[in-house]
């Protein structure tokens, strides 16, 4: 008796310590499931679809098997593969990492993104804002240019993505597969606003999508290698405080509008340390950050453009004291600044990007 009435005792205990006990959850149990048809598009022949702002939210994109057809994909993304289409316009939204078209022909892509692949494709226009090289394999007649876009929500989205609008190395293409005598990629010359199919469809339409260079929330540079002497160039840094985006794009906009035949050869975000700073800024680099400093630098060229860069930063920096730091910075058209223009393009806050 007295062993069986321990034994009940027992079960009884550990019964009463289990009802007590939660179950245990985990991390991944609380995670949204995702429907993978949300963020795939197949299978489209002819005629307009993709995803509004805040439709897609960081998540993984797929296209595939397309033909003549409009695809618009107006938020931030974390990866998209393009698959097997053909005659295809695609716009691609702010993309964290890698944009990767396989056996893809005839399309026209603008498209945002850390990263651009191509492999098998043939006759493709393609309008990029690339924080890396773009990387063509086993591919032919790619004609690259530089994005033009804007429409409401894009800069949120550039954020989102971590992507910065003054980091594009476009045309800086690493043709993976080269052939002996052939050009497998070209730069385009000319903007190509009448070649992209807007959206027609009344909900995509809404968003006010454009890709032409007037308002473009990306600043448009030529793309060509970074000139070896300062003398033909000047150098606009951008310093930091609180508005220094509005800044450098009330910068590009006054500069395009004012001297039209001046032009912006490349744009960069970048962190200068200390040794580099002093290099680039000389007496100027007194009174900001001792230990680096985030700039946006353009680098100008055109016949006048060292006058107009500095009226244009003269109006910026109004305001300011002459014991604190100017807003905007601009290389004088001497030695000085020529050394200065090739101090910024050599040091490795610029090169390694």
């Known amino acids: 008796m007295g062993c069986i009435y321990s034994r009940d005792k027992k079960l009884n205990s550990q019964s009463v310590k289990e009802s007590v006990e939660p179950a245990k959850t985990y991390s991944w149990d609380k995670k949204e499931r995702v429907?993978?048809?949300?963020?795939?598009?197949?299978?489209?022949?002819?005629?307009?679809?993709?995803?509004?702002?805040?439709?897609?939210?960081?998540?993984?994109?797929?296209?595939?098997n397309c033909r003549d057809s409009c695809i618009y994909l107006l938020d931030h993304i974390n990866t998209i593969t393009i698959d097997d289409c053909s005659g295809c316009t695609i716009f691609?939204?702010?993309?964290?990492?890698?944009?990767?078209?396989?056996?893809?022909?005839?399309?026209?892509?603008a498209a945002a993104c850390g990263q651009l692949r191509t492999r098998d494709c043939n006759k493709l226009d393609l309008l990029l804002l690339c924080q890396t090289q773009p990387v063509i394999e086993a591919s032919t007649k790619i004609r690259v240019g530089c994005l033009q876009a804007s429409y409401p929500q894009l800069l949120d989205?550039?954020?989102?993505?971590?992507?910065?609008?003054?980091?594009?190395?476009?045309?800086?293409?690493?043709d993976f597969t080269p052939v002996d005598g052939e050009t497998n990629w070209t730069i385009l010359t000319s903007h190509l606003t009448h070649a992209f199919t807007l959206p027609q469809?009344?909900?995509f339409s809404?968003?006010?999508?454009?890709?032409?260079?007037?308002?473009?929330?990306?600043p448009?540079?030529?793309?060509?290698?970074?000139?070896?002497?300062g003398h033909n160039a000047t150098l606009v840094l951008i310093l930091p405080h609180p508005q220094h985006h509005q800044t450098a794009h009330q910068f590009i906009e006054a500069l395009t509008s004012r001297v039209?035949?001046?032009?912006?050869?490349?744009?960069?975000?970048?962190?200068?340390?200390?040794p580099d700073a002093k290099r680039i800024l000389g007496e100027v680099w007194s009174g900001l950050s001792n230990t680096g400093m985030t700039v946006v630098a353009l680098l100008c060229v055109g016949p006048g453009v060292s006058q107009a860069c500095t009226l244009i930063a003269h109006e910026k920096n109004i305001g300011q004291t002459s014991s604190s730091p100017p807003l905007v910075y601009v290389t004088?058209?001497?030695?000085?600044?020529?050394?200065?223009?090739?101090a910024f393009l050599a040091c490795p806050a610029v090169t390694s990007l």
């Not at 307009?48 to 994109?61: K, M, S």
């Not at 809404?206 to 990306?218: A, C, E, I, R």
Request: with cysteine.
């Open 35 to 64: 429907n993978p048809a949300d963020f795939t598009i197949e299978n489209l022949h002819g005629g307009e679809a993709g995803r509004l702002p805040g439709t897609i939210a960081g998540q993984q994109f797929i296209v595939q």
């Open 92 to 109: 691609v939204g702010p993309t964290t990492g890698s944009v990767f078209l396989r056996d893809c022909e005839g399309c026209v892509l």
């Open 157 to 174: 989205q550039f954020e989102s993505a971590g992507l910065s609008v003054f980091n594009n190395k476009w045309a800086d293409v690493y």
């Open 201 to 203: 469809d009344g909900e």
């Open 206 to 218: 809404s968003v006010g999508v454009s890709v032409s260079p007037q308002g473009s929330m990306v």
């Open 220 to 229: 448009y540079t030529l793309g060509r290698p970074a000139l070896t002497s």
């Open 260 to 274: 039209p035949d001046v032009e912006i050869q490349l744009s960069r975000e970048v962190k200068l340390d200390e």
């Open 332 to 342: 004088p058209e001497t030695s000085e600044g020529a050394g200065q223009v090739s």
